[in-house]
């Protein structure tokens, strides 16, 4: 359960590092100090890290400890997870805020609301809420 813990934690710092990203590029493009867009590019890479460190543990820990959700769970949670990723690994390396800036900026916005709708499931799953409610 302890590992469970620690990967849902990763995820929630993962939260944390996407909202600072997203604080520190509107403070960028509201004063065009080079100060917020040097912490953007800091947040964005850490949060790059942290994603790829989140799906590393969460494969070590169905490889360790079996399946970690059931099927409608899973099914709502990789339907958000899975787009939240490819938008994100595209805004990063390729629709960057330089070359499109308000692509750059939608597609950020969108990465965003699909880490929460995604979080709520995975969080269920991890934590293994379902059995505990309805015992």
Request: with cysteine; charged share 15%; hydrophobic share 60%.
């Amino acid at each position: 359960m302890i590992g469970r813990v620690l990967v849902l934690l990763l995820f929630s710092f993962l939260g944390g590092a996407l909202f600072l990203t997203v604080l520190c590029g509107r403070e960028y493009v509201r004063t065009r100090d080079d100060r917020y867009f040097a912490s953007h590019k800091v947040c964005a890479v850490f949060s790059f890290i942290l994603m790829i460190v989140g799906v590393v543990a969460v494969k070590l820990l169905a490889f360790f400890h079996g399946p970690i959700g059931e099927d409608p769970m899973l099914a709502i949670h990789l339907s958000s997870v899975i787009p939240f990723f490819l938008l994100f690994i595209a805004s990063f390396f390729y629709l960057t805020g330089v070359r499109v800036p308000r692509l750059h900026r939608f597609l950020m916005y969108s990465c965003v609301l699909l880490y929460v709708i995604a979080f709520i499931p995975g969080a269920v799953m991890l934590l293994d809420l379902k059995s505990w409610l309805f015992r």
